[in-house]
């Protein structure tokens, strides 16, 4: 009897532990974080691409409406599959769309918009990644949707179709 | 030969008091790098990785140092940017208590195990 028990006890945990791990299978590996980080620093000082002048991350954000922040770079592959999203989102003329250069070379990334095009209003540079990092990104791409100095959405990853009717889809609800 | 020989002591002593002067700040990066954790690495603190996000991530911290923050505030910082899971040591709330006391528990349940086996022999 007291050996049964035993036996039953060891099944019943070992299957515990089964279900535990089972379960870690299926959860994601991926870092994401758990909450929305709503405010962004708007104070941060970039400089910009092509003429190197120091701009207030504030006066490029629309206060009214909705703007984009994306943080790319012309060495990530990802980036070069997404940017066709970000001119499609641009040819919708409603978004102000912040593009971000993330450790990257100054020729490399002119040669890169001038080669798939150019989606951004206004190219800021982040040379040591130290400005990204105060935005909350961990890497490239990463996209923000920003109204009133609020994140209303966060894209770690390259947009896709998904992305892009969600994004449109908001824009155009608050616009009504 | 011999003041040679001096101003090369002397030398190399200024260079060793200049590197310690900025080894102060490195040691305390390296300190506070190892507490947190590395988001896109698996399993590694940002003081073990290489990757781009943790490499800004030290420049960052070095940054925060200079501008005169400390420890407490530079974790505080990260932890509003990316939340509890970037710092090792998870705080005590309603969904880290068990965290804490299951190992309290245990080692409490162990001593009395310990203990009814001794005092029985």
Redesign the interface.
């Known amino acids: 009897m007291n050996k049964n028990i035993k036996f039953i006890i060891i099944i019943l945990f070992s299957l515990f532990v089964f279900f535990i791990f089972y379960k870690g299978l299926e959860k994601p590996n991926n870092y994401l974080p758990e909450k929305n980080l709503n405010k962004i620093e708007t104070s941060l000082v970039f400089k910009n691409l092509n003429d190197q002048k120091e701009i207030i991350l504030e006066e490029l954000i629309n206060n009214n409406s909705f703007s984009i922040i994306n943080i790319w770079a012309s060495w990530c592959l990802p980036c070069r599959d997404e940017h066709a999203y970000l001119l499609k989102l641009r040819n919708l003329n409603k978004i102000d769309i912040i593009g971000i250069n993330y450790k990257d070379k100054k020729s490399n990334a002119i040669e890169f918009l001038s080669d798939l095009g150019n989606p951004y209003h206004e190219v800021l540079v982040d040379l040591d990644g130290t400005k990204s990092i105060e935005l909350g990104a961990i890497g490239v791409p990463e996209t923000y949707l920003i109204n009133n100095k609020i994140v209303v959405k966060k894209y770690v990853g390259p947009l896709d179709d998904i992305k892009l009717k969600e994004i449109i889809e908001i824009i155009k609800y608050e616009k009504n | 030969m011999k003041k040679i020989k001096l101003i090369f002591y002397i030398f190399s002593f200024t260079l060793i008091f200049l590197n310690n002067l900025n080894a102060d700040n490195s040691q305390q990066v390296d300190k506070i790098s190892k507490n947190l954790r590395c988001?896109?690495c698996?399993g590694q603190s940002v003081y073990d990785s290489q990757s781009?996000?943790a490499?800004?991530?030290k420049?960052?911290i070095d940054?925060k140092i200079n501008e005169g923050k400390n420890e407490k505030e530079i974790y505080a910082f990260f932890k509003?940017?990316?939340?509890?899971?970037i710092v090792y040591e998870p705080e005590i709330s309603q969904n880290t208590i068990l965290l804490w006391v299951i190992p309290l528990i245990l080692f409490i349940f162990g001593g009395i195990l310990i203990i009814r086996k001794v005092s029985i022999k």
């Open positions: 988001l896109i698996q781009d996000f490499l800004s991530m420049i960052l940054k509003n940017k990316y939340g509890e899971w």
